[in-house]
């Protein structure tokens, strides 16, 4: 059977937008669900942060794991399994009865979690490497659209149905993407004995230059890290700029969004231009382009200016996931392929764990405002690991 990568990757496409708007609509009221659940108010910011982050706790733990069988069985198994057992888990935050099994059942979403990874490393291996910049592109802009619409979608839910419906609809949507990925993504895969599988030490020799995916690894990692650090403070420093005005909520949400609708609308074209001019340039180009709107994100005065810097810096989230994805796969054996994009899914766990804590650590020591320089100065170290990284143009070959 010929696959038809196109129509895989248009359903994986809104798979992934499913996943990405069923994890981020619940986001905005955990907090409100964690007070509902009958938390003392004095753990209520404890817990809440918790729930949030022990979900990429256990996504991090357990994706090199499910990447392991999803090249012993097929990246579409892995897919329907992350979908239906994601389905069950998020369906089951309706029932919980305290906020520690709340916190249970986040974490085993997190731990049968891996659809967008599995996903990503199905299209790699079947689209031709000379597309594989704008596929892994589009691709990226269904967990991004998912991000972005999901909390509008969740606020109105919980407004119309209540906050313990809004997980079962959630639960739906998930069983939704399980049956579309059943009967309509299609792969050749010949399962492999566990004994037969290429080792990682194999694997290793057959990729060139393994501390250049190490560093694409660590990128993936500073890039969450940079993303999350200013999530839990963003919309307290909105707040502060608008200390004279109203309307702070719907401020908030505006320019929350709007660096994602720059990074869905850039990023196919840039997958593209990576496939002609080398991924590894617009990988730079979108680390210098993401310290260059940020540092000055530290001096603004008003929530106008803010808007506008966080609008450019979705240009650079649209260059650099794909950039990184494209490389990562252009390196990789097929035969290990679901193995290496798991430890890179891993790395991207990390980074949203470590980048609310550096956040808040730094919010609470010193100011808003110094959480804007402490993640430039990540981005930028993360500048000169991609420089020494492509000192020689390592891909020069591959990227051919």
Avoid at 47 to 54: D, P, T, Y
Avoid at 202 to 209: E, G, R, S, V, Y
Avoid at 246 to 269: E, K, M, Q, R
Avoid at 285 to 302: D, H, K
Wanted: proline share 4%.
């Amino acid at each position: 059977m010929k696959v038809n990568w196109r129509r895989n990757l248009f359903v994986t496409w809104i798979g992934c937008f499913f996943t990405g708007a069923s994890f981020s609509l619940v986001l905005p009221f955990i907090p409100v669900y964690v007070e509902q659940l009958g938390t003392p108010a004095s753990q209520v910011d404890i817990f809440a942060g918790l729930a949030i982050s022990v979900n990429a706790l256990g996504a991090a733990i357990f994706s090199p794991l499910w990447g392991n069988l999803a090249d012993r069985k097929g990246r579409k198994m892995m897919m329907v399994r992350a979908a239906a057992g994601m389905t069950i888990t998020m369906g089951s935050l309706a029932f919980v009865p305290n906020a520690y099994w709340l916190l249970i059942m986040r974490f085993m979403t997190g731990v049968l979690a891996g659809y967008i990874p599995n996903a990503t490393a199905m299209i790699v291996s079947q689209t031709p490497r000379e597309k594989s910049g704008w596929a892994l592109g589009t691709l990226s802009t269904g967990a991004l659209a998912g991000n972005l619409i999901g909390p509008s979608i969740g606020g109105l839910l919980a407004q119309l149905f209540g906050l313990e419906n809004v997980f079962l609809i959630t639960g739906a949507i998930l069983f939704i993407c399980m049956i579309l990925t059943i009967f309509l993504v299609q792969e050749n895969f010949v399962p492999v004995k566990k004994g037969e599988m290429i080792s990682i030490r194999d694997l290793t020799k057959k990729i060139d230059h393994v501390s250049v995916l190490i560093g694409l690894f660590i990128s993936t990692m500073i890039l969450q890290l940079g993303i999350t650090s200013i999530s839990p403070i963003l919309t307290l420093y909105i707040r502060q700029l608008n200390s004279h005005g109203g309307n702070t909520l719907l401020i908030s949400g505006f320019i929350v969004s709007v660096s994602g609708i720059s990074a869905i609308a850039s990023s196919p074209t840039l997958g593209k231009l990576g496939d002609r001019i080398g991924n590894h340039k617009i990988l730079i180009f979108g680390l210098v382009l993401s310290f260059l709107c940020t540092v000055p994100m530290a001096f603004v005065q008003t929530p106008f200016q803010l808007g506008v810097l966080r609008f450019f810096l979705g240009f650079s989230t649209g260059a650099l996931m794909p950039s990184i994805n494209t490389l990562i796969g252009k390196m990789t054996p097929k035969e290990g392929v679901s193995r290496v994009y798991s430890y890179n899914q891993m790395f991207n766990n990390f980074g949203q764990v470590i980048g609310p804590m550096l956040g808040s650590g730094v919010a609470n020591t010193f100011s808003y405002s110094m959480v804007f320089i402490a993640t430039s100065v990540c981005i930028f170290g993360n500048i000169l690991l991609s420089l020494f990284n492509f000192r020689k143009l390592l891909f020069k070959k591959t990227a051919k």
